[in-house]
């Protein structure tokens, strides 16, 4: 397909975030888009601002005519668009051209020079960091979260050169060609789509196999190629590492070089694995690891990873995507590395009715390790209710006396009722929408600082 040649791209999910990132990079080139999405939100809005059009009611009589010409509009959907949507079965009944978000991704990328960030977590983080370091070389970034340092998941550039967070969902990374790759993680998720780990791992292997140059994995993963490691023996490892004043300072050593004091102000230890794949990545690409450094240091995070919403000696809030058990345990390990001394109180919505199941044992062990937990309702996402399968029996696993089932209505009463110094708002729902609701009480109420 010559995407030359197509005026109009029209998105269905275009509020999703991997989706967004793409209409952004057509609307940016001068293509007409415009889109539908099931409900309005700030990355819709802010696609608004830049002039496309969007609507939220599924219905044929809202697509603007001029996308109606199956010449001149190619069609973009999300995997999680149900069967039954109108929109899209219009498209698909008038044979228009229609491709899932993975197989223009891989179009637009496929004759770039490609460096792609694969894995279960850390993906995001690490592909934004790596977005960061290669803007110097005038690379495009299409990112899955909203980068602080650009408040945006595209990071525009040239054409020459692609960044890309390299989605294992509905094997979504099988449509891409990197030359570099990176894999973080491959902890079992996604069983509804892969029905078990070994065939998750199975597709990670097989992705590995399409990385035409360097594959770089985290030590220990069961694949061939350059590892790195914190604080252990590998062809990249971080070393030295402490803390001053509220960041990372630590040392890497390269297969041929020490780089020192590199200076990193996300906290948690596995963001200094972010960090030391995206280094490893741009310094296989051949970036010079001064360049690097500088970039490190001023790179600013990404929104709903560790946010900040409120920072004082008084009260934390934190914002985070968590949604697996271990992105969890990440958390819980960051906050009691930044506050030893705190309570924490940790609100916690799941995600999915599949994943809860599949992980439940995993999920109360991680939440248990706060002093205090408020846990939500299930956020269905995609999926149908599964009999049994609720909060009330993650709850009864949890292994806390401080432990409670909130709703969204009484969420800030409860939040006000603990004690805690830091609350920290996981989950990949519409908690993301609610921390806004908490954070504008909170600032309200007292005289505090984001």
Request: hydrophobic share 40%; proline share 3%.
């Amino acid at each position: 397909m010559n995407l030359d040649h197509i005026h109009n791209i029209y998105f269905i999910g275009i509020g999703g975030i991997g989706m967004s990132a793409i209409a952004r990079y057509f609307a940016a080139n001068g293509k007409l888009v415009a889109g539908y999405d099931k409900t309005p939100s700030q990355v819709t809005a802010d696609l608004e601002e830049l002039g496309v059009s969007i609507h939220f009611d599924d219905a044929i009589k809202n697509i603007p005519s001029s996308f109606l010409n199956k010449e001149e509009t190619l069609v973009v959907f999300t995997p999680a668009v149900p069967k039954n949507h109108v929109e899209f079965n219009y498209f698909l009944d008038h044979n228009f051209t229609v491709l899932k978000r993975a197989e223009i991704l891989g179009k637009i990328t496929a004759n770039t020079f490609c460096l792609a960030v694969a894995g279960t977590h850390g993906k995001t983080t690490t592909s934004s960091i790596l977005g960061h370091i290669m803007n110097q070389e005038k690379a495009t970034s299409f990112l899955g979260g909203i980068a602080e340092n650009y408040n945006s998941n595209l990071i525009l550039g040239e054409d020459k050169i692609s960044v890309v967070e390299a989605d294992e969902f509905d094997r979504s990374f099988m449509q891409l060609s990197p030359n570099i790759a990176c894999i973080t993680s491959m902890d079992a998720d996604h069983l509804d789509i892969y029905g078990d780990a070994k065939e998750l791992e199975k597709t990670f292997v097989d992705f590995s196999k399409k990385v035409s140059g360097t594959l770089i994995i985290a030590k220990g993963l069961p694949l061939e190629g350059l590892t790195y490691a914190v604080n252990e023996d590998a062809d990249y490892t971080a070393f030295n590492v402490k803390i001053e004043s509220g960041k990372y300072i630590f040392d890497v050593q390269t297969p041929s070089e020490i780089i020192k004091n590199i200076e990193f102000h996300l906290p948690g230890k596995h963001n200094v694995m972010n960090a030391l794949a995206a280094l490893a990545m741009a310094n296989v690409y051949g970036v010079s690891l001064e360049n690097i450094k500088q970039s490190l240091s001023t790179f600013k995070g990404v929104k709903r990873r560790f946010s900040y919403k409120i920072k004082t000696a008084d009260f934390v809030l934190i914002d985070d995507y968590a949604h697996h058990p271990t992105e969890i345990n990440a958390v819980e390990h960051s906050v009691r590395e930044m506050y030893p001394s705190e309570k924490v109180l940790v609100v916690f919505q799941p995600h999915l009715f599949s994943r809860t199941r599949d992980f439940i044992d995993d999920f109360a062990a991680a939440l248990s390790k706060f002093d205090e937990v408020l846990l939500l309702d299930i956020y269905p996402a995609r999926e149908l209710p599964i009999p049994g399968v609720d909060s009330n029996w993650l709850l009864s696993k949890i292994n806390n006396k401080h432990k409670k089932l909130t709703q969204k209505n009484n969420l800030l009463k409860d939040i006000k009722n603990s004690s805690a110094k830091v609350v920290a708002m996981l989950g990949a729902g519409d908690i993301g929408v609610m921390i806004n609701e908490v954070t504008n009480h909170f600032l309200k109420a007292d005289d505090y600082e984001v």
